[in-house]
């Protein structure tokens, strides 16, 4: 029996995985070198895993998914704290709204706002898409960094004028990876990803492309996520709307009466 | 003169002629009964695996048939169903939303299978009600109050969850808009139906409920329609099949009989029946040789008969004749009477059915998951009707020739004599 | 007595002869058709005990209907040891089972992963006999995995080409593993039969962080032991009940529906069966009847040169038995060389146009009928035989005695 579906609890991994890390180190790190040297591996690797990462964050993203069967928008509202603690609440539209998860070190709860009741949500429980997006679990999961996984290899592309300086990442022999290849484009000066291209066998299979960069919570960062599927009329688009760093979060909000609590405001 | 002597030969011997056409009788008796009783067994197994889930004939979206997404759904066009209740050779109707999702509560939850039904017209469809082990059926839904917010939970779900009749349970799942849908459910009975997938992973909603969670306001997945008689199913599929074009659909629409819904049912069933063959070829086999060894024991006897025939100026081809004849109206007499005492058992056990559980220890059957009837009703059709009387009628001719050559070809003062 | 009766069935050996084969030919038919009877019911339950996985099941309590990743046999190695000391235990075969998602660059299905020693497992069922491509976990790669050809062909992949096992561990982490495609398996068309994949017990073991883990044992029982000996047996020995407790399930319990199937088949068998005797015994009689019948004369002449009915009864029984218990041993040896043929050579279902076919879930690959001999059933229809000669010698027999000598050489009708 095919199971075919997706749920808030992919959203908590939206926290703590791909979107979530933020840039901590960012501001410590040196200016780029000169254009020509290029910068070690590990600078760049560091970048890129800690663009997101914090010891805690709040924010709003909003995404649009895009499939044949139309367009559909959610606005969503998020708290984290440290690796293991998240708490994700939808917003927009209405019909969604309150619909929450929480994510601790124990588990991993959906909070049905009609009910007014928690649902826990089995570890093991995957979907194959994320909330009719074309992320997959392997986007959102990725709790490993870069480097564990994948062996880079840094060069200078340029096209149309602009210089990129390019990572092409290709997985470690054991590495559970389904890419041949990934290849980053990143900001000649501030190592800021533009793009990312995803291989397999030799053909691009898909896109993500990272734009509109803000200042946000005190960082310089992509704050557009657009993944595209090669051949495919489906896209997937994520937008911070709001998000701060490092900001003070009371831990009572992550647990069960926080959740409540957060879901019921507004 | 032939037919006058033979008959006068058979009435003279009654003894003989009785045994002779008792054992073709008995042969196209009993052939014509097994062939009814393996049509009958092989409806129950139908019956009994498409019982609770696709029963006998399912409409659906044409694209829900080659991807069951959960959008594939569609709107049932006013007073559609009541048509197909008109119709003589549908018995029952019932329109289903299938979603899968996630129920529990805050320690537990699992992945199931939530169907939306009509509670009175699922429980006229499926033997679904005898099911119920706790608590009870979802109520009939009433016109001012389509939902109830009330769950029936297979037992395996049910015992995962650590759940009774009474208790509460939220529902998560993905709507066919891709929003998330979720509700809160109470506990309103547990059925053990006996099919696995079932059991483990059903919950039964109203359809209201259903409509709700997957954003699919008056729409549905599938019709299942139970017709009488699972080998007409494929004539009901047909005749549907227009008129389900001509209904007021938006959507190209699929009529499919449980054949083309259980592929490998339908094809176990052809396996069965080509082993069923080998079966009846071995009864028939079976009865050849009895009957064959009747003729072969009256020729023997008829030897010292034949040879005062043939003394007395009977040429061997009329006496050939005559033992053809004999042999034609045995034979004759013999599978007719068979065939009447067949049919009539046959339709006895149509009507009465055959308690297998005296065949057996076991006082219940399951088959491929579904619990089925201990009772097995005998199904006749022309064919199996005629079949064992032309086929034992040949063989017995065939045999009958074996006296007839054997009294052409007989020695006159052997035969008289009666040694061998 | 007996050596008239001896005398009287050579003196007319045509109709001995007759009789004889009658009896013969139609016993080996009946024991023909309960060989191949035993033998389809036999396949079934055969089948039903591969898909189970063995005649007993050993899990973590509570495993076999959650299917939770975190119910696992903690110390199989001492589990083994003890167990494979137990009367009835033949084999004992180890397995991880891990419900996960498999993925490639193309997409992502759920499948149920078996982890399994191959070498153990061909002696429950050799399911490398089913591949279609590539090899069934070679040493090509470090992690091979077999996947069904319906996995295979919705994560458009190829042989060699990667697949990403997503699944949880025992601890409830969710972890990810490589492995690359090293054979493809005919699918089944039931239930969950597409979703089947299968790699080495390392493998899966190294995927899932199982450690020394496993997630089932499945037990043979030696010859003799029935499943449910075997369960209790084992029940005694091995710790259940308790914290860590096990679950032992023979695979009737593990797999319930098959058994009703079985028992259903079995009583249709009867039922099949019971047409056969009738068929059988009526004709018998029928042959047996048409003789004696013709006899009465005979025991007319008989009663009238001075025997007594009693002694005419006698010597009836006495042809009539031993003309009965040779035509049972001929027919016997006759349906022993019958039956050795088809368990030999068998009888092509598929010739007749059926192709591969499952029930309930399990592969019937083998489509070919054969025969089973089972002494106990073989014995009882020769009994019924022997039973039914008697009777039909006798009813003739009983008749010829009641009636006058000279009535009965007179009597025709």
């Known amino acids: 029996m095919r199971w075919k579906t997706a749920f808030v609890s992919s959203l908590l991994v939206l926290c703590t995985g791909a979107l979530a890390q933020s840039p901590a180190r960012a501001q410590e790190k040196p200016a780029a070198p000169a254009a020509e040297t290029l910068p070690s591996v590990q600078e760049v690797m560091d970048k890129l895993d800690d663009l997101y990462r914090s010891t805690s964050s709040h924010g709003t993203v909003e995404m649009t998914i895009v499939n044949a069967r139309g367009t559909r928008k959610l606005t969503i509202e998020m708290w984290t704290k440290g690796e293991e603690k998240a708490l994700i609440v939808i917003r927009q539209p209405a019909r969604e709204a309150g619909t929450a998860t929480l994510k601790l070190e124990d588990g991993l709860w959906n909070y049905a706002p009609r009910a007014d009741r928690l649902i826990r949500v089995p570890s093991g429980l995957l979907s194959d898409s994320w909330m009719g997006s074309d992320f997959t679990n392997d986007d959102l999961m990725r709790e490993t960094s870069l480097e564990k996984d994948f062996t880079t290899a840094l060069s200078w592309a340029s096209e149309g004028g602009t210089k990129y300086l390019q990572a092409t990442m290709t997985p470690k022999p054991d590495a559970p990876v389904v890419w041949d290849k990934i290849v980053y484009r990143l900001t000649e000066k501030d190592w800021l990803p533009v793009d990312a291209r995803f291989y397999d066998k030799g053909k691009l299979v898909r896109t993500m492309t990272f734009s509109n960069i803000r200042d946000m919570g005190g960082r310089s960062l992509p704050t557009v996520m657009t993944l595209q599927p090669e051949n495919q009329a489906e896209s997937t688009r994520m937008e911070y709307k709001d998000l701060k760093f490092d900001v003070k979060i009371d831990d009572s909000l992550f647990s069960q009466q926080g959740l409540r609590r957060m879901a019921r405001t507004k | 003169m032939i037919g006058k002597l033979a008959f006068r030969n058979l009435s003279r011997n009654k003894w003989r002629s009785v045994l002779t056409a008792g054992g073709v009788a008995v042969a196209v008796g009993l052939m014509l009964w097994t062939m009814s009783f393996i049509n009958g067994w092989m409806n129950a197994i139908v019956q009994g695996t498409t019982a609770l889930t696709s029963l006998q004939v399912q409409i659906e979206r044409t694209d829900y048939v080659e991807d069951s997404a959960i959008y594939h759904a569609f709107s049932l066009p006013d007073a559609f169903l009541t048509t197909l209740d008109a119709r003589p050779d549908i018995i029952a109707a019932t329109p289903r939303l299938n979603l899968y999702g996630l129920i529990g509560n805050e320690d537990r939850s699992q992945v199931a299978r939530i169907i939306g039904v009509d509670p009175e017209r699922e429980a006229a469809a499926t033997p679904i009600t005898r099911a119920v082990i706790s608590g009870e059926w979802l109520a009939p839904t009433t016109n001012d109050q389509p939902s109830s917010n009330k769950v029936v939970l297979g037992e395996g779900l049910a015992r995962q969850l650590k759940v009774g009749v009474g208790d509460e349970l939220v529902v998560f799942l993905e709507a066919a808009d891709g929003s998330l849908g979720n509700d809160l459910l109470t506990v309103q009975g547990i059925v053990r139906t006996g099919n696995t997938g079932l059991d483990r992973q059903a919950a039964y909603v109203h359809l209201a409920d259903a409509q709700f969670l997957a954003a699919l306001d008056d729409q549905v997945h599938e019709i299942a329609l139970r017709t009488g008689d699972p080998s007409r199913a494929e004539a009901v599929a047909a005749a549907l099949a227009p008129s389900i074009q001509q209904a007021d659909f938006p959507e190209p629409m699929t009529v499919r009989p449980w054949q083309a819904v259980q592929p490998q049912m339908a094809e176990m069933l052809e396996v069965s029946s080509a082993a069923n063959w080998l079966l009846y070829l071995i009864i028939y086999l079976v009865a050849s040789l009895g009957i064959l060894n009747t003729q072969r024991m009256s020729a023997l006897e008829r030897r010292r008969e034949f040879g005062v025939l043939l003394a007395i100026g009977v040429t061997p081809k009329l006496l050939f004749r005559i033992v053809v004849a004999e042999t034609v109206v045995l034979g004759l007499v013999g599978a007719l009477a068979g065939t009447i005492l067949g049919v009539a058992l046959s339709l006895y056990h149509a009507s009465v059915g055959i308690n297998l559980a005296n065949f057996s220890s076991q006082t219940s059957f399951s088959y491929l998951g579904v619990s089925l009837s201990d009772r097995i009703y005998t199904a006749l059709d022309p064919i199996t009707a005629l079949q064992p009387l032309l086929v034992m009628l040949a063989v017995a001719l065939i045999c009958g020739l074996w006296p007839a050559v054997q009294s052409a070809r007989l020695n006159i003062t052997q035969a008289l004599s009666g040694r061998s | 007595m007996l050596k008239l009766a001896w005398r009287n069935l050579w003196r007319n050996y045509t109709r001995t002869f007759i009789i004889g084969s009658a009896i013969a030919f139609s016993y080996a038919m009946m024991l023909v058709s309960l060989g191949i009877n035993s033998d389809s019911h036999g396949k079934l339950r055969d089948a039903a005990e591969v898909a189970a996985g063995g005649n007993v099941l050993i899990h973590s309590e509570g495993f076999w209907e959650s299917q939770a990743s975190d119910l696992v046999l903690q110390n199989p190695t001492e589990l083994i040891d003890q167990a494979r000391a137990i009367p009835g235990v033949a084999e004992l075969i180890p397995r991880i089972l891990i419900n996960g998602l498999v993925s490639s660059s193309r997409g992502n299905e759920p499948a149920h992963i078996r982890g399994i020693l191959p070498d153990k497992e061909r002696l429950l069922s050799d399911v490398s006999t089913n591949l279609i491509a590539g090899e069934f976990l070679g040493d090509t790669y470090p992690s091979p995995i077999v996947l069904s050809q319906n996995l295979v062909e919705k994560l458009k992949i190829e042989l060699g080409d990667k697949v990403v096992l997503t699944a949880s561990t025992p601890d409830g982490e969710v972890t990810r593993a490589l492995f690359h495609l090293d054979g493809i398996i005919k699918s089944g068309v039931a239930g969950e039969a597409g979703s089947i994949a299968y790699t080495t017990l390392a493998a899966a073991s190294a995927a899932v962080q199982m450690q020394d883990r496993i997630s089932q044992i499945g037990v043979l029982a030696a010859p003799g032991f029935t499943p449910e000996m075997l369960a209790k047996n084992l029940k005694q020995t ?101 039956h050795l043929i088809i368990a030999h050579v068998g009888i092509d279902l598929a010739s007749l146009g059926a192709d591969d076919v499952e029930m309930a879930g399990v592969g019937l690959s083998d489509m070919v009928i054969r025969s089973r001999f089972e002494a106990d059933r073989w014995f009882f229809g020769g009994a019924c035989v022997f039973v039914i000669v008697m009777i039909s010698a006798l009813y003739p027999a009983l008749r010829a005695m009641r009636l006058a000598p000279a009535q009965a050489m007179r009597f025709y009708e």
């Open chain 3, 238 to 338: 091995l710790p259940t009940g308790t914290s860590d407790a096990l679950e032992i399930l023979t695979w009737e319990q593990a797999i319930p529906e098959m058994k009703g199937l079985l028992e259903f088949d079995q009583a249709f068998g009867y039922i099949y069966l019971f047409v056969i005797f009738v068929i059988v015994l009526l004709a018998i009689a029928n042959t047996f009847l048409m003789a004696v019948m013709e006899r009465v004369r005979e025991y007319g002449l008989l009663d009238a040169i001075g025997l007594t009915p009693g002694r005419i009864g006698q010597l009836v029984v006495w042809e009539a038995a031993l003309l009965g218990a040779m035509a049972i041993v001929v027919g016997f040896v006759v349906a022993l060389i019958l």
